[in-house]
């Protein structure tokens, strides 16, 4: 049995990891237009939140997506409620204060408040 666990383990953090390099952004991933802090947040996301996060959905947890609706619904419809669920995480979201600058922090929240209002444009 405890080869077993240690086998899901396994799988589950190479997945975790390959997810993780399949979605790194490059600078010229990134559309033109973005403004400078948003591109932080976009760098941020993509290193950190893209894994299950990806295009604005989740793959843990289908009915806690970064979607306008949602983020609405939930109460993180502005920069500092998603700053402070970011810092702090929540149920199986991870806290990010220990590895993240408050500017960073800010950055991708305000990242994740754009892409939301924008329907998460695919670019």
């Not at 399949?22 to 948003?38: F, K, S």
């Not at 702090?88 to 209002?117: C, F, H, P, W």
Request: proline fraction near 2%.
């Amino acid at each position: 049995m405890k080869a077993m666990m240690r086998l899901v383990l396994a799988w589950v953090v190479g997945l975790f990891l390959w997810l993780s390099a399949v979605n790194a952004v490059q600078a010229e991933d990134l559309p033109a237009d973005l403004p400078v802090g948003l591109q932080t947040g976009a760098h941020v996301f993509e290193a950190h939140c893209a894994g299950c996060h990806i295009h604005g959905g989740n793959i843990v947890r289908r009915g806690k997506n970064l979607k306008q609706k949602t983020l609405e619904r939930h109460g993180y419809d502005t920069v500092d409620a998603i700053a402070q669920l970011v810092t702090y995480g929540k149920g199986n979201m991870s806290a990010y204060a220990d590895r993240l600058t408050q500017e960073e922090i800010e950055a991708v929240a305000a990242y994740v408040l754009d892409q939301a209002a924008s329907n998460w444009p695919k670019s």
